[in-house]
């Protein structure tokens, strides 16, 4: 079975500060990894996606993928408090039947404190 | 990213009722999917609508419960039948472009069942 672990938190960093989230993946023909922002009472919205190994950055989010290690991260630069929410890490599959299919881990609680 | 409408947006159903879930894509969509989110959960795959066809639904939903239609390409409906308290969750929609295998939701459902 596919899975997708995050710590639930709540991971509360001061104002300012960089966060970090955190995500593993059990299936290792994984191909895309994708961060979603959620917050409350709203629907999952698109910050970030990643295909290959390194860093990728996109203004003050930068998604860190490791195949090998079967881990994705998320680090937010200069946290504000509109950063907090919860962070949905989501995982799909290379190829084959369900390659389309997401599976998203519980997500982390995120409190940016002024 | 892709533009996405649900109606309604929420509704409170007695037990024992079904409600009819719409979703509407815009043209550059060719992937249609529905989740449902428990109160306090992550999102989990009902089914994927497919156009013209039968629903492919995931394990542990079936399509006497949740039928799905997908009469075109950017239209679909998802409906919760005879429902019970425990269908009270988040019921969101998603769209993923041919030119990127990201998906994109709607603003969600949000059922209360009494």
């Known amino acids: 079975q596919k899975e997708v672990e995050q710590n639930s938190g709540p991971l509360s960093v001061p104002e300012g500060a960089i966060a970090s989230l955190n995500c593993t993946y059990s299936d290792r023909v994984s191909q895309s990894f994708f961060w979603y922002r959620q917050y409350s009472g709203k629907s999952p919205e698109l910050i970030m996606s990643i295909y290959s190994n390194g860093d990728k950055e996109d203004g003050r989010f930068t998604a860190q993928l490791n195949k090998a290690s079967q881990y994705v991260s998320l680090l937010i630069r200069d946290s504000q408090p509109s950063d907090s929410a919860t962070y949905l890490c989501?995982?799909?599959?290379?190829?084959?039947?369900?390659?389309?299919?997401?599976?998203f881990g519980k997500g982390t609680k995120l409190s940016v404190i002024p | 990213s892709a533009v996405i409408s649900q109606k309604p947006s929420r509704d409170i159903c007695q037990r024992g009722t079904s409600l009819t879930i719409q979703c509407q894509v815009d043209s550059q969509v060719t992937m249609m999917f529905w989740y449902r989110q428990q109160p306090g959960q992550s999102l989990t795959l009902i089914a994927t609508a497919n156009q013209g066809s039968e629903a492919t639904y995931e394990s542990g939903f079936v399509i006497d419960k949740f039928p799905i239609s997908r009469p075109n390409l950017t239209f679909s409906t998802l409906t919760v039948s005879n429902m019970s308290p425990e269908d009270s969750s988040i019921y969101l929609c998603?769209?993923?472009?041919?030119?990127?295998?990201?998906?994109?939701f709607g603003p969600g459902t949000r059922l209360t069942v009494l």
């Open positions: 989501a995982v799909k599959p290379g190829s084959g039947a369900g390659s389309y299919q997401l599976t």
């Open positions: 998603s769209g993923e472009r041919t030119s990127s295998d990201t998906q994109y």
